[in-house]
């Protein structure tokens, strides 16, 4: 089955501690991305990367660092998580790089920062 | 500078009745738009497209939106709505080289 995985899907933790959400899809996309979701915000693009070892800053990189080793892989890394980074985070990959390509997404991961 | 702008955050509707979701979009070139829908807890999944193929496009569950160019209109009706269809909806719009932009959302509620 084509997907876009997320781990994990939930997540507590507190001010300064190091995490990870990890991003994996198996259809071969080059084109993957990270969003913040907040209440009345839509979504916000955090990265993005258009294929192996290149990556990009979106809208709302600050706090955040990617790295894009693999094709399939797509990690997000809080080096020192803050309060104001608790929100819901998509990453979500298509075929290559185009305003007019369908984007598929992952389920989420909901990060609250203590 | 492209922007995509959701006109109502909440919408309610009495379940049986026609469905419409606003969303204008500002563009210089011929966009590519998109309607997502996002159910609780799940992530997001595509409704429907237009790529300038045709003006009236159908999606799934029953959805269709109309690209109105004169209008920078590409608004989501359904003609008769069904619990299953509360959720979040968003519109997204890009091009071949831009970014792609996302609406802040729109909630629609079904009434029994």
């Known amino acids: 089955e084509a997907q876009v995985t997320q781990n994990p899907r939930y997540l507590i933790t507190v001010t300064g501690k190091k995490l990870t959400v990890t991003c994996s899809q198996n259809?071969?996309?080059?084109?993957m991305s990270w969003y913040r979701q907040d209440p009345g915000l839509g979504l916000r693009q955090i990265y993005y990367s258009m294929n192996v070892e290149v990556t990009d800053k979106g809208d709302v990189p600050e706090g955040y660092k990617v790295s894009r080793k693999e094709k399939r892989n797509f990690p997000l890394i809080l080096e020192s998580p803050s309060p104001n980074q608790t929100s819901l985070y998509f990453c979500?990959?298509?075929?290559?790089?185009?305003?007019?390509?369908?984007?598929?997404f992952g389920p989420g991961t909901r990060l609250t920062v203590l | 500078a492209q922007s995509v702008t959701q006109l109502d955050s909440h919408v309610s509707v009495s379940e049986g009745t026609p469905v419409l979701l606003r969303c204008n979009y500002s563009s210089s070139y011929s966009p590519s738009l998109f309607w997502y829908v996002q159910h609780p807890n799940k992530g997001l999944q595509l409704l429907l497209k237009?790529?300038?193929?045709?003006?009236l496009v159908k999606g799934i569950n029953g959805f269709e939106a109309e690209f109105k160019k004169s209008e920078t209109s590409f608004h989501l009706t359904k003609p008769s709505a069904h619990m299953s269809d509360a959720a979040e909806y968003f519109c997204?719009?890009?091009?071949?080289?831009?970014?792609?932009?996302f609406g802040s959302g729109t909630r629609l509620s079904i009434r029994p």
């Open positions: 997204v719009g890009g091009s071949s080289a831009s970014k792609i932009i």
């Open positions: 237009y790529t300038s193929a045709a003006t």
């Open positions: 259809m071969n996309h080059e084109y």
């Open positions: 979500a990959s298509s075929d290559r790089y185009s305003g007019r390509n369908e984007q598929f």
